[in-house]
Structures are given as structure tokens and as C-alpha cells.
């Protein structure tokens, strides 16, 4: 009967690299779902284009 190999196991996917939010002074870590440059209380704030509603 041949023998069992011993070896170590295999990772499919590499550990993502650790990102922080670009903000200076932020340590906050980003996930690897968020593919922004910042974190979300530092993100760049998004006007939203709205089509035939009036906003107060």
C-alpha cells in the first residue's frame, strides 16, 4: 500500500494585502469588498442625479 504524503496545505487565493483609508492621519482598514481609496467616513460625497423631483 503506498504511503500518505505529507505536505502542507495548499492556498488557492493569496491573502489579500492589508489596505488603510487614503485619509492622512485614518488607520482604519479597508475591506477587500471596498474597492475605494477611502473608508467611508472619509469618501468623497456623491450627488445623486434625481429626474423630475424637486428637492427641498
Given at each position: 500500500?503506498?504511503?500518505?504524503?505529507?505536505?502542507?496545505?495548499v492556498?488557492?487565493?493569496?491573502?489579500?494585502?492589508?489596505?488603510?483609508?487614503?485619509?492622512?492621519?485614518?488607520?482604519?482598514?479597508?475591506?477587500?469588498?471596498?474597492?475605494?481609496?477611502?473608508?467611508?467616513?472619509?469618501?468623497?460625497?456623491?450627488?445623486?442625479?434625481?429626474?423630475?423631483?424637486?428637492?427641498?
Open positions: 500500500m503506498p504511503r500518505a504524503r505529507a505536505s502542507a496545505p492556498r488557492s487565493v493569496p491573502p489579500p494585502l492589508a489596505r488603510t483609508c487614503a485619509e492622512e492621519g485614518c488607520t482604519t482598514r479597508l475591506s477587500v469588498y471596498n474597492d475605494a481609496a477611502h473608508c467611508s467616513l472619509h469618501c468623497p460625497a456623491e450627488l445623486l442625479r434625481t429626474r423630475g423631483r424637486h428637492i427641498a
